[in-house]
């Protein structure tokens, strides 16, 4: 029974482009949630989505930033023109509801941008 | 506003019992959660409590006092492979898991 996957697991980007996180859920998991930590930081809450629908975004960016769930496929979170402020370690969990309960987090992919 | 306050350092020696306190403040709240990371690695789920008391996991015991805004994480029989980050979260108003800036363990033989 695979676990959350996430990819890639490193990405490093020029200032400018485009940056594509994908996450797939654990199997059976229908609520998915983004997560950014910076270095000795705790995970501050970005995006909280079920399939083809955003439930909470009260943590992403206003600009640049944009997450989906589709109905076939993995969560991804767009950051669009990368700033060397971005970089930090992206970490996707995924949970069976959106109940006070466990999360299961992925191994994270590390932005870098130069 | 929202935020949980834990210790950034802890020191132990091998089979010896540390405690990880955490105060929160949340607009709203159900629970807390803690978890523990290595090395910068996928967070793990240690306990959740929503009601007061103490709930135990083996080595592990989480302890909520909902009067105080306060809970810590009871960690008995350390062992070296407990070196790691430990992070406090509560879910407060909202679908929102809010995370405290996490306490590094660190275990000496």
């Known amino acids: 029974n695979a676990g959350v996957m996430q990819n890639p697991r490193h990405l490093v980007r020029r200032r400018g482009q485009e940056a594509r996180l994908r996450c797939s859920p654990m199997k059976g998991h229908s609520h998915v949630y983004w997560y950014r930590q910076l270095p000795e930081e705790g995970l501050k809450f970005m995006v909280y989505l079920q399939k083809e629908n955003i439930i909470d975004e009260s943590g992403m960016p206003k600009e640049r930033f944009s997450a989906e769930f589709p109905k076939e496929g993995p969560s991804i979170l767009r950051i669009q023109q990368v700033v060397r402020g971005d970089s930090a370690a992206y970490f996707c969990a995924s949970s069976p509801t959106g109940s006070y309960n466990e999360q299961f987090f992925g191994p994270g992919t590390r932005l870098t941008v130069l | 506003g929202q935020s949980l306050e834990q210790p950034s350092e802890v020191t132990a020696v091998e089979g010896a019992i540390v405690q990880i306190n955490c105060t929160y403040q949340?607009?709203?709240?159900?629970?807390l959660s803690w978890y523990q990371q290595h090395d910068g690695g996928a967070p793990t789920f240690l306990s959740y409590?929503?009601?007061?008391g103490l709930e135990e996991t083996g080595r592990f015991s989480s302890f909520l006092s909902r009067s105080d805004s306060y809970g810590y994480l009871l960690l008995q029989e350390l062992q070296m492979k407990d070196s790691a980050s430990y992070f406090c979260a509560a879910w407060g108003a909202g679908t929102a898991l809010i995370f405290g800036k996490g306490t590094t363990l660190s275990v000496s033989s």
């Open positions: 409590n929503a009601l007061d």
């Open positions: 949340t607009s709203g709240f159900y629970g």
